[in-house]
């Protein structure tokens, strides 16, 4: 499993026995993963059943979208109002993903995904689906 999809993984698969590390990098990205998740999880009582089947079937719509606007608030890749900020994104996913190239991929996914701010979508669970689907799509489009 590359990191990109273990970190968004990570971000927004909320029980924290189902985050497995494989590389020093994944260990990295899980330890600094890990108080966040416990945060979100324990205030919005995540099921790690239902976590569970969205790992492995790949949908994340099983998960609260307030849970994944939780984690992303917290790494700062959303703020109060619920936009989407990109230069935070990439400056966090830059500290675990070094190799040659993948500077620009994780500036590129910001910079795609920021149209997630065009939605008037008041409701900023949603909008934090919206994004979590948009990074997916783009770090599939870039191979991160």
Known sequence: MSRFPLLLLAACVLGLGYVQAESDEDKEIHEAMVPIIAECSKEHGANPEDVIASKKNKDFEAVDGCLIECVFKKMGFMDNDG????????????????????????EEIGKNCVSVNEH?????????????TCLMEQKDALHL
Request: a positive charge; hydrophobic letters at 40%.
């Open 83 to 106: 936009a989407f900020v990109p230069e935070k994104f990439a400056e966090n996913a830059k500290k675990f993903f070094k190799k040659d190239g993948d500077s620009d991929k994780i």
């Open 120 to 132: 008037n979508a008041e409701d900023k669970c949603a909008k934090s689906k919206l994004l979590l």
